[in-house]
């Protein structure tokens, strides 16, 4: 069963492959430490001691926590707090005013005793921070995920598909939403002038974006990240078009505004994210600084295929930008691009599926079709550019090349013989691709 089950899960994600994520470097906690035990006075009765934590790493360690092993008693305690004493173990966290540690900076928690067991009967010290705890956090949120899967599985491939389908994306919420939705470090990913917004759906959330605004902007792009990322690891894959006259939107997907209760979150209706797309078109509409007659879309991988079928059906967009899009035969017939990933039952099961989504979403397979992405491309006479890494796991040139055979109205493709997936601006295409975008911009974003 086990095997079995690895073999489907494989299979499923490369039938996901339109959601597949895209790799930026993450941010992530340095928490190199070096800990002190220190004897600072010593009688017959007692001593005084100080535990010196030098933060060795490169990134400051915030909200930590001393934890050690003492015999003793430790009748008095200054620059932290002991929060818990069980038996011989001790846990001391931070006040206020020290709760994070600089790279380079030293913080020292003092503390006396009523024993004469001196400093070497404390063992067993360890430092944790914030980042710990959230990895903690994040590790109960992937077994329970797995299991999620696991159970829906266990009834059918269709009910695992929904399963996976309407899930928290991100495999670690609590870490990123802290490092990046609380902290909003959008100066680790560029220098370039941005504004906080917030994005109102159709269906009353409230998403989190950043606008970068230019002085006499040729146009503006509203870019959709890719499955699992976010807005801030997709900047540096969009710098480019800020850098040569081009407004752009970032927001975060919605299943972001669950990252302290992942596992609270689904999918409001079949389609929101392609709604929400709209509703940042709609958000820069209310802007005057936005030319709403100039307005675009931009997705990377998932985003890619969100920005397919967004630009096929909302005339607010102009023209569209797709790297990395998935063109999976969902609903149209397979032409052999996926012939040997589909099992030989395939379409029976993609009718189960299907038969799922409408009664989980209380909505008709018509309905459901107006957001396939090969029917939306299939009917698209919008402006359209195609971007493909030829080194790329996920999507094939097979797929990019379909998509481009598809569409009816102006279009181009671009292949890049050093990318991977989504990632030409960090290698040697790097300006091939900028030029490619920026000329396809000017041509028909006016």
């Not at 597949?20 to 009765?45: G, H, M």
């Amino acid at each position: 069963m086990k095997k079995r089950f690895i073999t489907m899960l494989l299979f499923s994600f490369l039938f996901l492959s339109s959601f597949l994520i895209n790799s930026p470097a993450k941010l992530s906690a340095q928490s190199t430490n070096e800990i002190n035990n220190v004897v600072k006075l010593s009688w017959d009765s007692g001593f005084v001691g100080e535990l010196q934590v030098t933060n060795t790493g490169t990134e400051p360690i915030e909200e930590w926590k001393l934890q050690f092993d003492f015999s003793g008693e430790i009748t008095g305690l200054w620059c932290g707090s002991i929060t818990s004493h069980e038996d011989n173990h001790y846990v001391v966290s931070c006040m206020d005013w020290n709760n994070v540690i600089n790279p380079g900076e030293t913080v020292t928690v003092g503390f006396v005793t009523s024993t004469t067991d001196n400093s070497d009967g404390i063992t067993n010290i360890s430092l944790t921070d914030i980042i710990d705890e959230l990895n903690q956090q994040d590790l109960e949120w992937q077994n329970y995920s797995n299991y999620l899967d696991y159970q829906a599985y266990q009834k059918s491939f269709a009910d695992f598909f929904i399963t996976f389908y309407s899930k928290f994306e991100s495999a670690n919420p609590h870490r990123i939403g802290y490092q990046l939705i609380e902290k909003n470090p959008v100066s680790k990913f560029t220098s370039s002038t941005y504004q906080n917004v917030t994005i109102p759906t159709s269906d009353g959330l409230s998403l989190k974006g950043l606008f970068f605004p230019v002085e006499n902007p040729k146009g503006t792009l509203v870019v959709a990240h890719g499955r699992a990322t976010n807005m801030h690891w997709t900047i540096q894959n969009v710098q480019f078009l800020i850098d040569n006259g081009y407004q752009v939107l970032l927001y975060n997907a919605r299943f972001w505004n669950y990252y302290n209760t992942p596992e609270a979150y689904a999918p409001a209706s079949y389609g929101c994210d392609i709604k929400d797309v709209k509703s940042a078109a709609d958000y820069l509409k209310t802007r005057t600084d936005v030319d709403a007659s100039k307005i675009g879309v931009y997705g990377f991988s998932a985003g890619a295929n969100k920005a397919i079928v967004a630009g096929g059906l909302y005339d607010e967009f102009k023209v569209l930008v797709v790297d990395g899009a998935s063109c999976f035969p969902f609903f149209t017939e397979n032409d052999g691009v996926y012939s040997s990933m589909l099992p030989p039952n395939w379409f029976d099961v993609r009718d189960s599926i299907i038969d799922l989504f409408t009664q989980k979403y209380n909505i008709t397979e018509d309905e459901m079709k107006q957001y396939d992405y090969d029917i939306r491309m299939d009917s698209l006479t919008k402006p359209v550019i195609l971007l493909q890494g030829m080194n790329d796991p996920y999507v094939s040139l097979a797929e990019t090349q379909k998509f481009y055979n598809m569409a009816d109205g102006p279009k181009e493709m671009y292949t890049f013989e050093n990318a991977a997936h989504c990632d030409a601006v960090f290698t040697a295409d790097k300006d091939a691709y900028e030029t490619a975008v920026i000329s396809f911009l000017d041509n028909y974003l006016q």
